[in-house]
């Protein structure tokens, strides 16, 4: 009886990730909308009450697949952390650049997923979110205060968050929105058509410079 239900809740596993992966696949083609739930059923190959077994609201999907991809994230940067080191800015930067700044359609879901989390997201899915999000935090941010002693208890919880915002800010203020057209072209918006790698490479470095320095001459 064990190994059945053992059985079925892999099948459940099994069957959650084909639904993601066919939303991941739908989003990324047609990023500027969000596919309704008889899309994601068919790409799955599934029935819609299957895609609403799994998810009961259809924003619950795209905060899913969210989720999935933070959650790379942070595997990727606990493994990195979880090793002898010496660790510096750039080895952090390498991991964050791959799984945010490169990551196909992350940035674009992470700014729809904030905004429907304050308007449309079930609010008991959107704060069980949270909690999950802060767990893997608080056990990263312990992490690279291992490997930046400096920081002191908290600051590296502290120095995580502040460079997801500076990384979710930027590329909101600089990201070309499509519905503004040619006024993007006016002369006084010029100075937003700036590389974002580039300049969230800096802003990072300034940050991280400017946290481990402040924390030392304390």
């Known amino acids: ?30 990023p500027d909308r969000m596919p ?4 994601v059923a068919q790409a799955a190959g599934v029935a819609k009450g299957t895609v609403y077994l799994y998810f009961p609201a259809k924003e619950e999907l795209l905060l899913a697949l969210h989720e999935q991809h933070v959650g790379l994230f942070f595997k990727a940067l606990m493994e990195k952390l979880s090793g002898p080191g010496p660790l510096g ?20 879901l992470t700014s729809r997923c904030f905004g429907m989390m304050e308007r449309e997201t079930p609010v008991d899915s959107a ?3 949270k909690c999950r999000v802060a767990e893997v935090l608080a056990i990263a ?23 997801y915002g500076l990384i979710v800010g930027l590329w909101q203020l600089l990201h070309p929105n499509e519905r503004f057209g040619k006024a993007l072209e006016r002369p006084e918006l010029q ?8 300049e969230i490479e800096g802003a990072l470095r300034a940050l991280w410079d400017g946290s481990l320095k402040g924390r030392k001459s304390k």
């Open 1 to 30: 009886m064990a190994f059945q239900r053992a059985i079925a809740i892999e099948d459940k596993q099994e069957r959650r990730q084909e639904i993601l992966d066919a939303i991941e696949k739908l989003y990324l083609a047609h």
């Open 36 to 39: 309704n739930v008889a899309e």
């Open 89 to 108: 800015f750039d080895d952090v930067f390498a991991v964050t650049r791959k799984h945010l700044i490169r990551m196909p359609g992350y940035l674009p």
């Open 127 to 129: 704060i069980a979110f």
């Open 141 to 163: 941010g312990a992490g690279l205060e291992r490997h930046f002693p400096t920081l002191g208890a908290g600051g590296g919880v502290r120095l995580l968050m502040n460079s």
């Open 191 to 198: 100075l937003l058509k700036r590389d974002y790698e580039h």
